[in-house]
C-alpha cells in the first residue's frame, strides 16, 4: 500500500503545481484587457509666438484708435503649466483607445510704453493672453519592454477651446475685451512608462499639439511635456 501513496501524491502535487504557474498568467492576461484612467501635469511651450510679432500688434492696435506708439518695453512668457485627465481601454497589451480633457496653459505678453494723443504724450499699457484647454480622443500603441517598462506612442484629434484677453490702458482710460473660438486639431506623441504591480503606470510622455486655434485667434504650435499617473483595471 505505501508504493502506491506516492504516485498519487505526485499526481496531486503536479495538478496544484500546473494551477498555481497558471495564476500570473491568467492576471496578465486579464490586465492585457480592460479600462485605464490617467492623471498628468507637465510643462508646455507655445511655439511660433514672438515678441516681434506681438509687438507689431500692439502698435496697429494702438493705431486703430490713432494713437501712434511712440515707446514700446514688452515681454513675452511662452511656458505654462498643463494639466490632463484620460481614460481608455486596452484592446490588448499594443493597442488602446483614449479620450480626456487637458488644458494647456497660456502664453502672456505685456508692454508698457508711450502713446501719441494729437500731441500728448500719454503713458500706456497692452496685456495679451492666449489660454487653450480641450477635449481629445485618440489611439495608443505600447511595446512592452519586459515585465515592468515599455514605451508608447500616441495619436489623435482634438477640440480645443481658445480663449484671448486683452486689456489696454492710455492715461486715465482703460479697455478690456475677451473672445473664445473652438478649432479642430491633431495631437501626437511618445512616451516612456514604469509598471508598478501591474495595475500601476508611472510615466513620462511628449505631446505636440499641432495648430491649436484657428483664423480668428491665430494659430499656434503646442509642446507637452508631462509626468503621468496611471490606473489599469
Excluded at 495564476?23 to 514672438?50: C, H, I, N
Excluded at 494713437?67 to 513675452?76: A, K
Excluded at 495619436?155 to 490702458?169: C, E, M, P, R, Y
Aim: aromatic share 12%.
Amino acid at each position: 500500500m505505501q508504493p502506491c501513496r506516492i504516485p498519487r501524491l505526485m499526481r496531486v502535487l503536479s495538478i496544484l503545481a500546473l494551477g498555481f504557474a497558471g495564476l500570473p498568467a491568467a492576471q496578465a492576461q486579464y490586465l492585457d484587457r480592460g479600462w485605464t484612467m490617467e492623471v498628468a501635469a507637465g510643462k508646455t511651450t507655445f511655439k511660433d509666438v514672438s515678441l516681434a510679432d506681438l509687438d507689431s500688434f500692439t502698435r496697429d492696435f494702438f493705431d486703430s484708435f490713432a494713437l501712434p506708439v511712440q515707446t514700446l518695453n514688452s515681454t513675452l512668457d511662452t511656458k505654462d503649466r498643463s494639466l490632463a485627465l484620460t481614460a481608455g481601454y486596452r484592446f490588448n497589451r499594443w493597442f488602446a483607445a483614449e479620450a480626456g480633457m487637458y488644458t494647456l496653459g497660456s502664453f502672456r505678453y505685456a508692454s508698457t510704453g508711450t502713446v501719441d494723443d494729437a500731441g500728448t504724450i500719454l503713458p500706456s499699457t497692452f496685456d495679451f493672453g492666449y489660454r487653450a484647454r480641450g477635449i481629445m480622443i485618440g489611439g495608443t500603441a505600447t511595446l512592452p519592454v519586459g515585465r515592468n517598462f515599455e514605451l508608447r506612442a500616441r495619436a489623435g484629434i482634438s477640440n480645443s477651446s481658445v480663449t484671448l484677453k486683452l486689456s489696454s490702458t492710455v492715461g486715465t482710460d482703460s479697455l478690456a475685451d475677451k473672445f473664445s473660438d473652438a478649432s479642430q486639431d491633431f495631437y501626437y506623441g511618445v512616451g516612456a512608462g514604469f509598471v508598478v504591480w501591474d495595475y500601476y503606470r508611472l510615466g513620462l510622455d511628449y505631446l505636440h499639439h499641432a495648430k491649436v486655434g484657428k483664423s480668428s485667434t491665430g494659430t499656434t504650435n503646442v509642446d507637452n511635456v508631462m509626468l503621468t499617473l496611471g490606473f489599469r483595471y
